[in-house]
Every structure is written in C-alpha cells, then in structure tokens.
C-alpha cells in the first residue's frame, strides 16, 4: 500500500493535470447566465491549476538539488515502468508552462471565432498530461500511452475551429499522419521486446530487478551483458529494426527530417493558440523520451550504427529546417520550419549525451534549450494573436512592415523572440545553442557543432529579415494595426520577451558551470589519445566491463 501511494505521488504532477482536465470539463456544463460565468473563469482556473501542478512537480523531489542531475537517486514505480527524478520534473514544469501561456493566448481568439468552449481548456490540459507521462516513462509502453493521450487531444485541438476548413484539413492530416507515426512506435516496441526478451532467455542473462523486456533500465543491461558474452544485441537485426520504428513515431512528434512533412501544413491551419501549444508540448514529450531512449543506446557497446543515424538525422532536420524557411512569406509557415531547425539542434544534445564524459552537461543544455524555446517561440505566436482584430489575424510576413511605428512595443517583442530564435545576444537563444554546441564539442563532435552553426547563420536571414520589416519598411495601407484590444495574448508575449530577455543576461538556474573551451579541447584530446594508446589486454584477462548508466535517466 505505501508502495502505491509513493508511486501515486511520485506521478502526482500528470495525475493533477488529468483531474484538473476532468474538473474544466464539468464547470462547462449547462446553459444559461451562470454557465457563461463559469465559461469565461476557465481560463483563470486552469491556469492556477497549473501553476499548483508545477510546485507539486518541484517540490515531489525534496531533499533533490535543483541544478539538474539526470536520474540520480531516481526512485522506479509500477513495476519500474515510472521514474521520479529532478530530470522528470523539470520537463513537467516546462509542460506546465507551455500549458499556462497557449491557454492565457486564447481568451481572445476563442471568442472573436465563436468557438469558447470548456472543451478547448480540458483538451489543452489533457495532451500536456501526456507529455508529462512521457517525461516520466520508464518503459516503453508508458511512452507509448502517453504519446496516445497527448496525440489524440491535439488531433481534436487541430480541428477545433470547425467552421474553417484550413482547420478541418489541418486535423485531419495530422491524424493520419499521426496514427501512422503511432503505429510505427507500436511496432517497434513489439519488435524491441522480443529481441531484447530472446537475447535474455538465450544467453541465460539474470535480471537484477523485475521488469518488462521494454523496460529502458533492463534493454541497458541485456545490451550490456549480451555484448560482454560476444552476442551483442545492437547488432541483432530484430533489435535494430524496433529502434529504428521508434525512431519514426518520436522523430514525428519532434517534427525531425525527414519525418516534419505535415508541419508546415497542419501549424498553418490549427488555430493559433493550439499552433503555439503544439511546437513546444509535442517537442517537449518527444524529446523527453528521445533523451531516455537514447542515453540507453548510445552508451552501450557497439551503439555506432545508433550514433551514426542519429548524427545524420541532426544535421538534416538542421539543414533542411533552415533552408526551407528561407523562402516562406506565410509567417506560421516559417515558425514551423524554424521549429523544424530547432529540433535538429536538440538532436545535437541527445546526441552528445551519449558520450559518458559529456552526458550530464548535455542533458543540462537540452533542457535549457527547451526552456528558452518555450518562451521565445510560444511568444511568436502570442504576438500573431495579440496584433489580430475582429476575428481576422496578419500571418503574412509583408503585414508586419512599420510595425513599429503603429504599435512600438509589439515590434519591440517580436524583435526579441526573432533575435533569441537566430540565436543573436543578449537574448536567451544565443546561450541555449551555446550550451548545446558546446556539449557536442565535449563529447567529440565538433564536425556537427560547425554544422549547427553554419546553418544557424542562414537562419539569422530569415528572423533579421521580420526585424526590418517592422523598422525600415513603411506601413501598408492593406494592414490596420491601430489600437487593438490584446487580451491575454498581450500579456504572455511581454512575459515570453521579458523571460527571453532574463535568461539572455542573467545566471540560470537550469545548467552548471559551462566548461572553459581548453577544458573541452583537452577532455576530447585526451579521450581520443586514451582510445588510441590503450595498452593490448594480455591473454587470458578478462575484459572491462562497459560503462554503467548509472545516474542516467531512469537508473
């Protein structure tokens, strides 16, 4: 009994969300004045709620230090297939932020459109408690049902304008696509548990601890074990086969190349408010379980071929992401290409986390990287809403010339998320990349960072390319961007900018000392002379056992 209760509040925050779902979901009912009222405090509700939710996910891990340590000390519920750690819990109070701020953006919208309904809250809360479940999931099938529930809100979100039919054919190509995408990652899990469960049985591995064969913490130790015994099972073509499917459910979630094709397309038609919740909380879940997934993999004895594919998926999503958004004039379009580039650099942090010499400062940065985007990118958005009137919003890029001449301080934010989002000083997205190119750097990977930086550089195009169109171009006559009525869509964006614009300048809590660049140059310098001067074992010797994961997401 204590051991279910402990397990219930190690979960508390995604347990909070779905109750407080369920609780939005009946104020809505009934018509009539009263039922207006309780409509319009919704909002208000949910967002309280949410902030509640967030101090639960920090305070779960008491006697935890803040600055984040992937998995130490983790504690493993419901048969190992949940973990409780500061890592978890961090992604969870980023979820709860990316919840706040879409749901504090659409008071407006929703009620210019004729579409405020309770639903829309409960929706919104429902999809985020699937990404919670995600950044807590230490199994598979956990990962799995939470992408379910995070997926299928989000496909009704997508639709959620009725009327439109850029938002009918917005949900219904996310659907497809997504059911695909989630059929794919069944699969694979499917193929995984019989490669790992077969690799197990064969070679007589004993299991330290119960758990199912899908299982992050057992996959790691039949890798370890199977490779020590010369049969090594990321080499097993079943095994490689599910992890290459699970590849393609999470790369679609995270919007990574070559699996990003309906990006474009479905932020375009959703309505803003969920466009703006969906390039973060889909993000933020997919990666969640990528940097779980893979700190297993990577850190297991012939994991090359893992490094290799995944290696080339961050320089495409990069490459691709970037160029393509180039030669958008739609500017949802071009913040979804640019989401598209954004999940190739946190490729790059999963990446590096591999590396067991790089791995905590690696997971530091990704989680770093995903706060920051949460602000400067959900704020794009909040700017797009708060400058539309009457129902109507300006999402061509050429509506935005003189901007700053008919509304200063709106200009003003938008410059700020486009300079973070280029990653240009003082704003927080030049620290974030930083940090993520850095830890690449550290784990050996400098061909990459040059990469990432290179086509950063094209990125920096596009972004300066709004800034002065808001400042040097005159004002169309097309556009009226007189006094508008911003609602709650005003204020997150000046909160968005004013956190951007803190965590450009200021000490984070969310990441340790950086490295001095000779501390990298001579940490890689030495790994690669240990690798090459390493001493013949003599015969007979017994050989060193691989790297442990412990303190890794879900140890």
Not at 71 to 96: H, I, N, T, Y
Not at 476 to 482: L, P, W
């Amino acid at each position: 009994m204590n051991e279910t209760l402990d397990g219930i509040k190690a979960i508390a925050a995604p347990l909070i969300t779905m109750v407080l779902g369920m609780i939005v979901l009946m104020m809505d009912l009934g018509s009539g004045p009263e039922a207006v009222r309780r409509r319009r405090s919704l909002p208000t509700i949910s967002i309280v709620g949410l902030v509640m939710t967030g101090i639960v996910a920090l305070v779960s891990n008491v006697g935890r230090q803040l600055m984040v340590q992937p998995g130490q000390e983790a504690a493993a519920f419901f048969g190992r297939g949940m973990v409780a750690d500061v890592f978890g819990s961090v992604f969870c109070v980023v979820l709860c932020i990316v919840a706040g701020l879409a749901i504090a953006m659409s008071d407006r919208y929703l009620e210019e459109r004729g579409i405020n309904h309770g639903e829309f809250y409960a929706l919104v809360l429902f999809s985020t408690a699937g990404a919670m479940l995600m950044a807590q999931a230490n199994d598979l099938v956990n990962v799995f049902v939470g992408l379910e529930v995070l997926s299928v809100a989000l496909y009704i979100l997508c639709g959620f304008a009725r009327r439109d039919r850029r938002s009918e054919e917005s949900a219904v190509k996310y659907f497809l696509l997504g059911s695909f995408a989630s059929g794919f990652l069944l699969f694979g899990t499917a193929l995984i548990y019989g490669a790992v469960g077969l690799s197990a049985r064969t070679l007589g591995i004993n299991l330290g601890f119960p758990g199912s064969f899908t299982n992050f913490e057992v996959i790691g130790q039949v890798l370890r074990e199977s490779a020590q015994q010369g049969q090594p099972l990321a080499s097993s073509s079943l095994f490689v086969t599910g992890v290459a499917l699970l590849m393609v459910g999470l790369g679609f979630k995270a919007s990574v190349v070559p699996f990003h094709t309906y990006a474009p397309d479905v932020y375009e038609g959703a309505p803003t408010p969920v466009t703006a919740f969906m390039s973060a909380g889909a993000k933020i879940g997919a990666f969640a379980a990528f940097v779980r997934l893979f700190h297993t993999l990577l850190n297991a004895e012939s994991a090359e071929p893992f490094r290799i594919v995944l290696w080339g998926l961050a320089a495409a999503t990069m490459i691709v992401g970037n160029v393509l958004a180039v030669r958008q004039t739609n500017i949802k379009r071009m913040l979804a290409y640019s989401s598209i580039a954004h999940a190739g650099y946190i490729l790059v942090g999963v990446l590096a986390s591999g590396v067991r010499e790089a791995y905590q400062y690696a997971h530091q940065a990704v989680l770093f990287y995903l706060f920051v985007y949460t602000f400067m990118n959900l704020g794009a958005f909040a700017l797009v809403i708060w400058l539309g009137r009457n129902g109507e919003e300006y999402t061509r890029i050429s509506d935005y010339s003189g901007l700053a001449r008919k509304q200063p301080l709106a200009a003003l934010a938008m410059s700020i998320f486009m300079l973070s989002l280029a990653g240009i000083p003082p704003a927080a997205g030049f620290l974030g990349k930083l940090y993520l190119f850095m830890s690449a750097v550290q784990a050996g990977e400098a061909l990459l960072a040059g990469i990432g930086l290179v086509v950063s550089a094209i990125g920096v195009f596009y972004y300066l390319n709004l800034i002065v169109r808001m400042y040097f171009y005159e004002p169309s006559d097309a556009v009226d961007f007189g006094v508008v009525r911003g609602g709650g869509a005003r204020w997150a964006a000046l909160l968005a900018a004013a956190v951007t614009l803190i965590f450009g300048l200021l000490p984070n809590p969310l990441i340790g000392p950086r490295p001095a660049d000779e501390d990298v140059v001579d940490t890689v310098r030495d790994l690669r002379l240990r690798d090459r001067t390493r001493t013949p074992r003599p015969e007979g010797t017994p050989p060193t056992p691989a790297p442990t994961t412990e303190g890794a997401p879900g140890s």
